[in-house]
Every structure is written in structure tokens, then in C-alpha cells.
């Protein structure tokens, strides 16, 4: 007489059987499918990240992308990127040699934010130290915290290991400073509105006499890659507006402003006006409409709409209605789509650039500017 099986274990024998088949067990052991198709390694930066080189000769996306193909972390790699342009002295607008604040002194600001770890960190009114986003990669590495700010962000850098300068000038931005202090009034003690605009007006002439890269004057590095597999990651950078009032903190550390990255979507930075990126929150913008399924360049315009239409008050506007003052971002969405915006172009004859780097190598490109001509026409 047949013993009779339970349905139970003739269920459990017969799953048995299935997963024992070789063509299911070699099924088993393949690699498993990745639930995004597969992404266009690049790397996308403001234009002075295809101009300062390192001693093999290679910019800041270039070194970025390497990197990357190479199978390091994309935050590394865009991290080891910027750290080309705050080590270059001649770049006066991040790290080493940025023009200075009001009282000469260094100041600088970095984020950094990792999509597929989703950890971010960021450093303020860091001094002394030429690498900010170094220190703020520490901070996203070894700390529970986003931001740390001032003596406190440089005695925490002083414990992770890294070298304190007096004075992050160069004679070149020591002699501009020396200059700008020159052309103001020496007391400091004008109304603030007289104030404010003979800093700014000091500013504008030396930009006009070609004694500031009009790009520096805002000057920042912004930096966002993805890899093959769609991580992706980005870093902001800066030594902040030149002259800018001690203490001053812009867009660049603050996450969602300078920068902003969702590792299911895509990364966007600034440069520009500060203030504006801050009221706006425009990173974070960037990206949650890419995520509603607008492209980069789309997604970057939509931004700008909203700086203009956050700005109202006259002393920030042109004779056109329009804010005198110029933001650009840096887009890249999860699937290696990139983009550059800008409010404006650099002038009547020179468009605002940026920088990217794919497998066809690094390039410098223009930016779709949403307005012809300079912000101030």
C-alpha cells in the first residue's frame, strides 16, 4: 500500500525540485537586475572646472570623470575635482587665494552630499583651511551633524588632521582687497543703503576695468557626477562674495540651496547671487522637478522662474523689471542627462559657460541663458 503525501509536503518536495534544476540555479547565482536602466557616467561643474589642471594635467571634471570610470566613489571623485580649483591660487573665487571679506580675511564655505548613502555635510566661515570640502566630507563622515560653522568648524578640522593657515590670501587677492578697500569709504560708517551700494559700485569698476573675473565676483565651484550604475553625487565649493561682510554665509553650504542631491533622481548646484539661490531653495527645486519628470535643462528654467518672480525690491532690480544680478546652475539627473541655466548671459557678446566631461572628454559649453545680454542692461 502507497503512503499517501500531504499536500503540504508535496508543495515543499516539488519547490525543492524546482530550485535544484540547473537552469534555476544558474539563474540564482546571475547577477541581479538593476531596477534602473543603465546611466551615462558624467560629470558637470561651473566653467572654471575645466580651467585650473592638476600636475598630470588634468581639470577638475576630467580628474572627476576618471575617477569615476575608474570604479571610485562618485563623491570622491568630484570631491578630489574641486580640490584642483581650492588648491589653485590663481582662481580667486574658491579655496586658496579667493578674494577675501571685507576685513581681508579668508573665508570659505563648502557641502557635500552622497545620493546613495544619503548623508550630506557642509562647513561656514571656515579660516585657515585651503580644502573646505575635504572638511565637510569629514563632517558628513565622522559626525552625526550637516553643518558646523566658524572657529568651531576649524578646531574640528584641526582634530581630523588638517593644516591651519594665519592666511589663506595670495599677494593677488591681498593686492585686490588693498584695492576695493582703497576705492570705499574708509570710515565704515556710511548709511547702510550708501554703504552697501559704494561696496557693490567698488566692485562693479574693478570688474569693468578688468580687475575681476566678472564669473569670481560670486565666485563658487559647483561639481555633480553619476556613474554607470546612476549614483550620483556633488560638492559645492566657495570662497563666497568678495568683500562680503564678515560672517556672511551664502547659498553654497546650505542643502537645497548651493546644493542639493536625491540619489534617485539627480544633483543640481549654483553659483551667482547667494541670497537668491537661498530664498529660493533652488537646488532642492531642481530636483523635485526633475522628479515630477521635467529634463535638466527644464527643470533648471523653472528654477529661474522662480528666483524672478521672488524678486521684488527695486534695489535689486534693473531698468528692465528684472534682477540685476545673475544665478546659473549645474543639473545632472540620475540617468546622466545634463544641463546648464542661466538668468543671463555674461555679457552682450559672451555667453556664461560650464563645464562637463563625458566619455568624450572635457568640455566648456554655454549655458542656456533665459535672458539676452548682461544683468545689469
Same mark, same amino acid.
Given at each position: 500500500?502507497?503512503?499517501?503525501?500531504?499536500?503540504?509536503?508535496?508543495?515543499?518536495?516539488?519547490?525543492?525540485?524546482?530550485?535544484? =534544476?540547473?537552469?534555476?540555479?544558474?539563474?540564482?547565482?546571475?547577477?541581479?537586475?538593476?531596477?534602473?536602466?543603465? =546611466?551615462?557616467?558624467?560629470?558637470?561643474?561651473?566653467?572654471?572646472?575645466?580651467?585650473?589642471?592638476?600636475?598630470?594635467?588634468?581639470?577638475?571634471?576630467?580628474?572627476?570623470?576618471?575617477?569615476?570610470?575608474?570604479?571610485?566613489?562618485?563623491?570622491?571623485?568630484?570631491?578630489?575635482?574641486?580640490?584642483?580649483?581650492?588648491?589653485?591660487?590663481?582662481?580667486?573665487?574658491?579655496?586658496?587665494?579667493?578674494?577675501?571679506?571685507?576685513?581681508?580675511?579668508?573665508?570659505?564655505?563648502?557641502?557635500?552630499?552622497?545620493?546613495?548613502?544619503?548623508?550630506?555635510?557642509? !562647513?561656514?566661515?571656515?579660516?585657515? !583651511?585651503?580644502?573646505? =570640502?575635504?572638511?565637510?566630507?569629514?563632517?558628513?563622515?565622522?559626525?552625526?551633524?550637516?553643518?558646523?560653522?566658524?572657529? $568651531?568648524?576649524?578646531?574640528?578640522?584641526?582634530?581630523?588632521?588638517?593644516?591651519?593657515?594665519?592666511? *589663506?590670501?595670495?599677494?593677488?587677492?591681498?593686492?585686490?582687497?588693498?584695492?576695493?578697500?582703497?576705492?570705499?569709504?574708509?570710515?565704515?560708517?556710511?548709511?547702510?543703503?550708501?554703504?552697501?551700494?559704494?561696496?557693490?559700485?567698488?566692485?562693479?569698476?574693478?570688474?569693468?576695468?578688468? *580687475?575681476?573675473?566678472? !564669473?569670481?565676483?560670486?565666485?563658487?565651484?559647483?561639481?555633480?557626477?553619476?556613474?554607470?550604475?546612476?549614483?550620483?553625487?556633488?560638492?559645492?565649493?566657495?570662497?563666497?562674495?568678495?568683500?562680503?561682510?564678515?560672517?556672511?554665509?551664502?547659498?553654497?553650504?546650505?542643502?537645497?540651496?548651493?546644493?542639493?542631491?536625491?540619489?534617485?533622481?539627480?544633483?543640481?548646484?549654483?553659483?551667482?547671487?547667494?541670497?537668491?539661490?537661498?530664498?529660493?531653495? =533652488?537646488?532642492?527645486?531642481?530636483?523635485?522637478?526633475?522628479?515630477?519628470?521635467?529634463?535638466?535643462?527644464?527643470?533648471?528654467?523653472?528654477?529661474?522662474?522662480?528666483?524672478?518672480?521672488?524678486?521684488?525690491?527695486?534695489?535689486?532690480?534693473?531698468?528692465?523689471?528684472?534682477?540685476?544680478?545673475?544665478?546659473?546652475?549645474?543639473?545632472?539627473?540620475?540617468?546622466? $542627462?545634463?544641463?546648464?541655466?542661466? *538668468?543671463?548671459?555674461?555679457?552682450?557678446?559672451?555667453?556664461?559657460?560650464?563645464?562637463?566631461?563625458?566619455?568624450?572628454?572635457?568640455?566648456?559649453?554655454?549655458?542656456?541663458?533665459?535672458?539676452?545680454?548682461?544683468?545689469?542692461?
Amino acid at each position: 500500500m502507497k503512503k499517501r503525501i500531504t499536500r503540504r509536503k508535496f508543495v515543499a518536495t516539488a519547490g525543492v525540485g524546482t530550485l535544484a =534544476s540547473p537552469a534555476l540555479l544558474a539563474l540564482a547565482q546571475a547577477p541581479q537586475i538593476q531596477t534602473r536602466p543603465s =546611466s551615462k557616467p558624467v560629470v558637470v561643474s561651473a566653467a572654471n572646472g575645466n580651467k585650473s589642471k592638476d600636475a598630470d594635467g588634468l581639470t577638475c571634471v576630467a580628474r572627476a570623470f576618471n575617477m569615476i570610470t575608474e570604479g571610485a566613489d562618485v563623491l570622491d571623485a568630484v570631491v578630489a575635482g574641486v580640490n584642483i580649483v581650492e588648491l589653485d591660487p590663481e582662481d580667486t573665487s574658491v579655496g586658496y587665494g579667493g578674494l577675501p571679506n571685507a576685513d581681508g580675511v579668508v573665508q570659505l564655505d563648502a557641502s557635500v552630499m552622497h545620493g546613495s548613502l544619503k548623508r550630506a555635510g557642509a !562647513v561656514a566661515c571656515l579660516e585657515g !583651511v585651503r580644502t573646505p =570640502s575635504l572638511v565637510a566630507k569629514k563632517v558628513m563622515e565622522q559626525t552625526d551633524h550637516h553643518l558646523l560653522v566658524g572657529k $568651531d568648524a576649524q578646531r574640528f578640522a584641526r582634530n581630523m588632521g588638517f593644516k591651519i593657515e594665519a592666511d *589663506l590670501n595670495t599677494e593677488k587677492s591681498r593686492t585686490l582687497w588693498l584695492e576695493w578697500k582703497r576705492r570705499t569709504d574708509p570710515s565704515h560708517y556710511l548709511d547702510p543703503n550708501d554703504r552697501a551700494e559704494a561696496w557693490r559700485r567698488a566692485g562693479s569698476d574693478m570688474i569693468a576695468e578688468g *580687475l575681476i573675473d566678472p !564669473v569670481h565676483f560670486y565666485g563658487t565651484i559647483n561639481c555633480n557626477g553619476v556613474n554607470a550604475k546612476g549614483e550620483v553625487c556633488g560638492v559645492t565649493t566657495t570662497s563666497g562674495l568678495a568683500w562680503k561682510i564678515p560672517g556672511r554665509v551664502g547659498d553654497s553650504p546650505i542643502l537645497g540651496a548651493g546644493l542639493y542631491v536625491d540619489g534617485d533622481v539627480g544633483a543640481a548646484g549654483s553659483t551667482g547671487r547667494g541670497e537668491s539661490n537661498l530664498f529660493s531653495l =533652488s537646488s532642492f527645486l531642481i530636483v523635485e522637478a526633475m522628479r515630477s519628470g521635467m529634463s535638466p535643462k527644464d527643470a533648471g528654467m523653472a528654477a529661474l522662474k522662480r528666483v524672478v518672480a521672488n524678486t521684488v525690491e527695486q534695489r535689486l532690480l534693473n531698468g528692465r523689471g528684472k534682477p540685476n544680478f545673475n544665478v546659473s546652475y549645474y543639473i545632472v539627473n540620475a540617468k546622466g $542627462d545634463y544641463a546648464g541655466v542661466s *538668468l543671463y548671459e555674461l555679457s552682450e557678446k559672451e555667453a556664461v559657460r560650464f563645464a562637463v566631461c563625458t566619455e568624450d572628454g572635457p568640455r566648456t559649453l554655454q549655458t542656456e541663458a533665459m535672458f539676452n545680454g548682461a544683468p545689469r542692461v
